[in-house]
C-alpha cells in the first residue's frame, strides 16, 4: 500500500456514539442538592434493575483528538485492504468468509455502499504486501550421537523452496536437496513429494515477534556436546507463494569450522531465488568428502519440509518427527519450531518499526467498540467487551500483517478501551480483565520509548477519571443502587491491580502511591461533601431565631449519621478489602472535626440562650415544652454521630472534639424531668377519675387508668433509655429524680385506687361483704402499675451506675456511699404491696366467720363421718368464692389471696386443736386427713397456692401437732421416747456434765451387756459442793420392756467425778432393741439419807444404734470403743407428744409417764 495509507497521523479515538454524545452533553458537572439527599437518605431498600448514575458527569473532559474524515477513510481502506489480503488457515472464533468481513467492517465504520465502492477500488489498487515466515527455531531432542564422546555439535541449515525454483531439480535422487547421496537419483521427485504430504501442520501457535532480516539459507548457531539443543533463535523469509512454498530444515553435526556453514554462507551472492536448489546441492556436496581422504566431515543428523499453506493465521508451535536421506535411512529425534506468517511492504524505514501499525489497530479497536456498544441497548455498563468474530478475526488479520506484537495487542486493547470508558461507562470487570491480560504478557523489553509514553498517558487519565468519581463517590455510587456499588468495587479492583502491575511502574515511576492518593482524595471527599451539605441545611435558617438553628442542626446530624451509617455498611468494607484503606476512619475524622467546631459555637450558644430565656418566663411559656421534639431529637442525633467513634481505635477516640456535647443539654433534661412529673401527676388523677372497666378474653379484670399509668412511666423510663447520658457519675441526681417521681407516682396511684375502694364501702362493717368486680380490679390495678416498676434497675442502670461510682472512689481516693435508687424503688414496691395485703386480709378476715363455723361442724362431726365429707362444706364454701376471685383476678393477686385464705384456715385448725376439749385419736385423724385435703384443694395439682407457700411454719407445726394427736397412747409414747432420742443426738453441751459407758449386744444369748464406766463433771447438788452420784440403767417404753428389770450402780460419796466400772446383763430380744423408740436410760441421781434423791441428769441410748443390734458383730468390751455423752435435763413446759399424753386425762398409762415425766421435770435445773 501507498505510505501515507500507513502513516496515518495518531489519535486518541474514534468517531463517538451519538447517543452517548447526547447522553454526556446534557449532563451537568455536578447532580442536584435533591439527588443527593435521596441517594444518601434512602433506605437499604437497594433498587436491582435502577441503573447507575452516568459517571462521566462527575469526572473530568479529556479533549482527546479525533478521527478526521481523510483520516477516517484511510483507516477504512486499510480494513478493507487487510480483508483482502487475508493470511493463514482461519482458527476457531474468526470468520473464513471474507464477505462477512467487508459487511461488517462496513456497518462498523457506518459507510455508505457508493462510499464502499469507491474506497474498496482504491484498496484494489495498492500493491499487494509481501507474505513472510516468522520462524523460530526452538529446540530439538533425541538426537543421534555421532562423536566419539557419545554426542553431536548440532546446528540448523533452513530455507524456502519455492516450487518454481525447484522445477529444474525434482528430479535429484536426494530426499533432502541439503542432505542427498546422489543427486542423479531417479527417485527423489516421489520421496520429496511424499515428505512434504507428511509435513501438513495446522496447530495453532504463539506469535512471532523480533524477527532478523530474511535470507534465502540461515543457520543457527553450533551447540557443542549435546542431543537435546536449545537454540531459541528467529528467522524471518520473504515468500513467494504462500500456498506452495515450503520451508525445508537439515540438522548436521559440525565436525570442522567451514564445511556445511560455509558453503552456506556462499548463498549471500546468490542473485535471485532460482539459483536457491543448486546452492542446496552444492552445499550437501561439499560437505561430503571421502572417508578416506582423513579430511573432517559435518555429519547429517536429520532434515524436514514443511508446507508453508498449513500455518494458521495465528502460527502454531509443535514438534517435528526428523526424516532420513532416503526412504531408506532413518534417523532418531524431533526438532521444534514456531512458525508464522506476516506481511511487510518496502516503506524505506527499518522493517522492526512497526509504530504506525499499532496506533491503527487501536484507532480500529475504537471504532468497533463504538458500533458494539450502540447495538447494546441495555446500555454501555451491561456490555461485556466481547467483540463479534467478525471483528475479533479483521483486527487479529491487521495485528499480524502489521507485525503486531501479543504485548502491543494488550497495550491497544487496554487503551482503546480505556479511551472509550472515558466518553461511556464500560464493566469494570472488562477493563479489570484487560489489564490482567497486559500485565500478563509484558516484558521489561516488549515496548518501545513511544509506545511506554502512550501507555503512561493512559494510565494517567484512567487514574484520574478514577479519583475524580471518588471525590463524588456519594453522588455516582450511592448505596441504595446496587449496581453502582458493584461499579465502585470494579473500579477499586481497577486500581489495586493496576498500581500492582510492573509495566505501570516502570511507565508512571513517579506517580503517588495507591494508598496515600485514595486517603487524599477521601479527605477531600469528606470535607467537599460537608460543606456542600451544611451550605444547604443552613440555607433558610435564620440566625437569630433558636427554632431555625436547631432544625437546621438536626436535618446537618441526620445527613451526617446517615452517611456514616453507610460508610460502615457499605463503603469501608469495600476500601478495607481491596486497597487496605481505613475509610470510615477518614471520613469520620474529617467530618466530626469540621461538625465539632460548627456545633460547639452554634448549638452552645443556641441552647445558652434558649435556657436564659427559659428562665425568664413563665413555665406554661417555656421555651424547652414548646421546641422539646426538636431538642430531644437533636440530642438523639449527636448521641447517635458520637456513637459512631466505637469504630474507631482507641487511640483516635480522646481525640474527638464533640464527646461532651450531651453537658449543653443538661438544662433541658432538667427541665424535661420536671415537666414529665407535673403532667405524670396529672395523668394519674385524671386517669383515676376516667377510670372504666377494660374485658379481656382472658375475663381477668382490670380498668383504663392502669393502662395509662403504665404508658406513662414507661414513656418516662424509654425517655432515660435514649438520653443514654453517657457519664453515669453525672446521671445519678437525674435517674434519682425519675426513679422518685416514677415511685411516687406509682404509690399516689395506689393510694387513688385505695381509696376509691374505700369510698364504695369496700371496709364498712355494716351490711353484707360480697366479693365484688370493684374489688378485683383494684388489685389488679395496683398489681399492674407496681409490675411496670420491675424494670426500671435495668433501664435506669442501676447497677453500672454503682459500678461508675466505684471505680471513681477508687481513682479519687475518697470513699463514696452507695446510691439510693434500690431503696427508693423498694419502699415503693412495699407501699404498693401493702395496700394490694390491706385489701386481701380483708377479704380472708370477712371469710374466717364462715370458715370457723365449717371447721367447727368438721370437728365435731359424729366419729364415722370420713373426712371428704365432714369437710365438703368448707370446700364447696371455698370453691365458690375462689372461682369469682380466679377469674378476675391477675395469678400473683388470686395467689396473694389464696395464701391469706390457706392461713386463715390454718389457724381456725390451730385455734380448734388447742381450745376444744381433747378427742379420741379417730377424730385427729380426721383432722389430719382433712388438712391434707385442703392440701390438694389450694394447690390444685401445682395451678394454685406454689407449694412452697403452703408449707408455711404454721402448716408444718399443725400437722406435727395432729400427728401426735392421732396415735394411740403406746404409740405416742414411742414417739416421745424417739423424740427424746432425737433430742440427745442434737445435745451439744456438757453444762450438766458426761456419762461414759460400753454397751453391746450378744446375738448368740440375746443378751445386751452394758459397762458404765465413770461420770464426769456432774452438778453439785449437796450443800457442800459435791454430790453422791449413782446410776440408774433402765429400757424405756417401759411396755415394751416389762420383763426387763431396772439396775442400779453403786453410790460414790462426794464426788463430781464419779467412778462406778459396773458392768450389766439384760435379756433382751432382738426384735424389742430394733424397734423405733426403743432406748436404753441412764439416769444419774444424787444420793440423800433424808430427802428425796435428786435428779442430777439423763442420757438416752438407742438401742437400734448399740453394736451387735445394727448387724456388727463384736467380740467383746475390749473390741468396742468407749462411748461418752452429755447429760441432758428436760424443759419444765411440756410440749409434743408429752403434752398430747397429759390431755389425755382419761388414760392411766399416759398419765404415768406424765407423772414421771414431771417429776423428772420439777427436779431439772
Given amino acids: 500500500m501507498e505510505t501515507s495509507l500507513r502513516t496515518s497521523q495518531r489519535c486518541h479515538g474514534g468517531r463517538k456514539i451519538s447517543d452517548c454524545e447526547q447522553q454526556t452533553s446534557s449532563s451537568s458537572d455536578q447532580a442536584s442538592d435533591e439527588e443527593e439527599i435521596s441517594s444518601i437518605t434512602e433506605g437499604d431498600d437497594r433498587d436491582t434493575t435502577k441503573p447507575p448514575p452516568l459517571e462521566v458527569q462527575f469526572a473530568p473532559k479529556h479533549n482527546l483528538p479525533q478521527l478526521s474524515k481523510k483520516e477516517f477513510e484511510l483507516l477504512y481502506v ?84 519455492p516450487v518454481r525454483g525447484l522445477q529444474g531439480v525434482e528430479s535429484s535422487e536426494s530426499g533432502s536437496l541439503l542432505s542427498s547421496d546422489d543427486e542423479n537419483s531417479p527417485k527423489v521427485k516421489d520421496k520429496n513429494s511424499g515428505a512434504f504430504k507428511r509435513f501438513s501442520v495446522k496447530k495453532k501457535s504463539s506469535a512471532v515477534r523480533d524477527l532478523l532480516p530474511a535470507k534465502y539459507i540461515q543457520t543457527t548457531s553450533v551447540i557443542p556436546n549435546s542431543l537435546n539443543p536449545v537454540w531459541n533463535e528467529k528467522f524471518r523469509f520473504d515468500l513467494e507463494d504462500v500456498n506452495t512454498d515450503r520451508l525445508h530444515l537439515d540438522i548436521w553435526d559440525h565436525d570442522d569450522e567451514f564445511s556445511v556453514i560455509e558453503a552456506a554462507k556462499k548463498l549471500n551472492e546468490v542473485q535471485g531465488i532460482k539459483g536457491l536448489g543448486r546452492y542446496f546441492k552444492q552445499v550437501a556436496q561439499s560437505a ?27 502460527g502454531h508451535e509443535k514438534w517435528y518427527k526428523l526424516e532420513g536421506r532416503s526412504a531408506k535411512s532413518s534417523v532418531d529425534g524431533e526438532i521444534k519450531l514456531r512458525l508464522a506468517l506476516g506481511t511487510r511492504e518496502d516503506r524505506g524505514i527499518a522493517e522492526d518499526d512497526n509504530w504506525t501499525d499499532v496506533r491503527q489497530h487501536e484507532d480500529l479497536m475504537c471504532i468497533f467498540i463504538d458500533h458494539e456498544v450502540r447495538k447494546c441497548k441495555e446500555g454501555s455498563y451491561r456490555w461485556n467487551g466481547e467483540l463479534p468474530q467478525a471483528a475479533q478475526t479483521i483486527i487479529h488479520q491487521h495485528a499480524i500483517q502489521g507485525d503486531v506484537t501479543p504485548t502491543q495487542q494488550a497495550v491497544c486493547r487496554w487503551m482503546a478501551y480505556s479511551r472509550k470508558h472515558l466518553e461511556y461507562p464500560l464493566d469494570y470487570q472488562v477493563l479489570l480483565t484487560l489489564l490482567q491480560e497486559l500485565d500478563a504478557v509484558w516484558e521489561p523489553t516488549s515496548l518501545s520509548r513511544e509506545e511506554e509514553e502512550c501507555l503512561a498517558e493512559s494510565f494517567t487519565r484512567f487514574i484520574g477519571h478514577c479519583t475524580a468519581l471518588i471525590q463524588r463517590q456519594r453522588e455516582v455510587f450511592p448505596t441504595t443502587n446496587r449496581q453502582a456499588m458493584a461499579r465502585l468495587e470494579g473500579m477499586l479492583r481497577c486500581l489495586a491491580a493496576l498500581y500492582g502491575m510492573e509495566v505501570f511502574k516502570r511507565t508512571c515511576p513517579f506517580q503517588q502511591e495507591l494508598h496515600p492518593q485514595v486517603t487524599n482524595i477521601i479527605k477531600k471527599s469528606a470535607t467537599e461533601w460537608y460543606e456542600r451539605t451544611s451550605t444547604r441545611c443552613r440555607k433558610h435558617m435564620s440566625p437569630d431565631t433558636e427554632e431555625d438553628v436547631i432544625n437546621s442542626l438536626l436535618e446537618l446530624t441526620n445527613q451526617l449519621n446517615a452517611d456514616m451509617h453507610h460508610a460502615i455498611i457499605f463503603y469501608t468494607k469495600l476500601y478495607e478489602q481491596i486497597l487496605n484503606v481505613q475509610y470510615f476512619r477518614i471520613t469520620y475524622q474529617i467530618v466530626e472535626r469540621m461538625f465539632g467546631d460548627e456545633v460547639s459555637t452554634t448549638l452552645k450558644d443556641s441552647l445558652s440562650r434558649i435556657s436564659q430565656q427559659d428562665s425568664e418566663i413563665p413555665e406554661a411559656n417555656s421555651i424547652v415544652i414548646e421546641m422539646g421534639t426538636q431538642l430531644f431529637e437533636l440530642y438523639l442525633a449527636l448521641q447517635e454521630f458520637c456513637k459512631f467513634k466505637e469504630h474507631l481505635p482507641n487511640s483516635l477516640k480522646k481525640e474527638l472534639a464533640i464527646c461532651q456535647f450531651y453537658k449543653w443539654f443538661t438544662f433541658a433534661v432538667q427541665k424535661w424531668l420536671h415537666i414529665a412529673k407535673k403532667r405524670a401527676l396529672q395523668r394519674i388523677h385524671k386517669a383515676v377519675e376516667l377510670d372504666k372497666t377494660v374485658d379481656i378474653k382472658s375475663g381477668v379484670k382490670y380498668s383504663t387508668s392502669s393502662v395509662d399509668v403504665c404508658c406513662c412511666f414507661s414513656q418516662m423510663t424509654e425517655f432515660w433509655r435514649n438520653l443514654d447520658w453517657p457519664d453515669l457519675i453525672d446521671a445519678l441526681p437525674m435517674a434519682r429524680k425519675l426513679t422518685e417521681d416514677v415511685c411516687n407516682g406509682a404509690v399516689l396511684y395506689a393510694d387513688l385506687m385505695h381509696e376509691k375502694l374505700r369510698s364504695a364501702g369496700y371496709y364498712d362493717e355494716e351490711g353484707q361483704f360480697d366479693i365484688t368486680e370493684q374489688l378485683c380490679i383494684t388489685i389488679n390495678n395496683i398489681e399492674q402499675v407496681r409490675r411496670s416498676l420491675m424494670p426500671m434497675p435495668e433501664v435506669l442502670q442501676f447497677n453500672e451506675i454503682q459500678t461508675a461510682l466505684d471505680n471513681h472512689a477508687a481513682a479519687s481516693g475518697k470513699h463514696r456511699p452507695k446510691h439510693d435508687l ?29 370458715i370457723k363455723k365449717d371447721v367447727f361442724h368438721l370437728n365435731w362431726a359424729p366419729e364415722a363421718v370420713p373426712a371428704d365429707d365432714a369437710i365438703g362444706d368448707l370446700l ?17 393477686n388470686f395467689d396473694r389471696i389464696l395464701e391469706s385464705i390457706w392461713i386463715e384456715c390454718l389457724e381456725e385448725f390451730k385455734e ?18 382433712a388438712i391434707g385435703l385442703l392440701v390438694q384443694f389450694f394447690n390444685a395439682n401445682d395451678k394454685g397456692l406454689p407449694m412452697q407457700n403452703i408449707l408455711c411454719p404454721l402448716y408444718q407445726e399443725l400437722r406435727d401437732e395432729l400427728g401426735l394427736h392421732k396415735l394411740d397412747t403406746p404409740s405416742l409414747i414411742e414417739a416421745f421416747y424417739d423424740g427424746k432420742l432425737k433430742e440427745q443426738r442434737e445435745w451439744t453441751s456438757t453444762e450438766f456434765g458426761t456419762l461414759s459407758v460400753r454397751v453391746w449386744y450378744k446375738r448368740d444369748t440375746r443378751t445386751l451387756l452394758v459397762e458404765v464406766l465413770h461420770a464426769k463433771d456432774v452438778i453439785p447438788l449437796d450443800a457442800n459442793g459435791l454430790s453422791d452420784p449413782y446410776v440408774v440403767v433402765s429400757f424405756c417404753p417401759e411396755h415394751m420392756f416389762q420383763s426387763v428389770p431396772t439396775q442400779t450402780t453403786k453410790i460414790v460419796k462426794k464426788t463430781l467425778n464419779p467412778e462406778f466400772d459396773e458392768s450389766f446383763e439384760f435379756n433382751v430380744p432382738l426384735t424389742q432393741c430394733q424397734k423405733k423408740g426403743a432406748a436404753l436410760v441412764f439416769t444419774v441421781m444424787d444420793h440423800d439419807y433424808v430427802f428425796q434423791n435428786d435428779f442430777a441428769g439423763e442420757v438416752f441410748m438407742a438401742l437400734s444404734d448399740i453394736p451387735g443390734v445394727d448387724g456388727v458383730e463384736v467380740s467383746g468390751y475390749e473390741a468396742l470403743s468407749v462411748v461418752t455423752l452429755p447429760l441432758t435435763q428436760p424443759c419444765k413446759k411440756k410440749s409434743g407428744a408429752l403434752a398430747v399424753l397429759a390431755k389425755r386425762t382419761w388414760d392411766k398409762t399416759a398419765q404415768d409417764l406424765v407423772k414421771l415425766r414431771t417429776r423428772v421435770q420439777d427436779q431439772s435445773t
Fill in 876 to 892: 364447696e364454701y371455698l370453691d365458690n368464692n375462689l372461682l369469682v376471685l380466679n377469674t378476675n383476678l391477675l395469678k400473683a
Fill in 822 to 850: 434500690s431503696k427508693i424503688l423498694a419502699q415503693a414496691d412495699g407501699d404498693m404491696v401493702s395496700k394490694i395485703t390491706n385489701v386481701v386480709d380483708r377479704v380472708s378476715d370477712k371469710m374466717r366467720a364462715d
Fill in 288 to 314: 561430503r568428502t571421502s572417508r578416506t581422504s582423513g579430511n573432517s566431515i559435518d555429519d547429517f543428523l536429520g532434515c524436514l519440509n514443511v508446507p508453508l499453506a498449513d500455518i494458521p493465521s495465528s
Fill in 912 to 929: 380448734a386443736l388447742d381450745m376444744e376439749e381433747p378427742k379420741p385419736p379417730v377424730f385427729y385423724q380426721r383432722m389430719y386427713d
Fill in 78 to 161: 486499510e480494513v478493507l485492504y487487510t480483508i483482502k489480503h487475508k493470511i493463514g488457515i482461519t482458527i476457531g472464533g474468526h470468520l473464513s468468509f471474507i464477505q462477512d468481513l467487508y459487511l461488517y467492517a462496513q456497518e462498523a465504520f457506518n459507510v455508505s455502499p457508493e462510499d464502499h465502492a469507491r474506497l474498496m477500488a482504491k484498496a484494489t489498487k495498492e500493491k499487494p504486501p509481501i507474505v513472510i515466515l516468522k520462524a523460530t527455531v526452538l529446540k530439538a531432542k533425541n538426537l543421534e550421537a555421532k562423536d566419539a564422546d557419545g554426542f553431536s555439535d548440532p546446528y540448523c541449515m533452513l530455507g524456502i523452496m
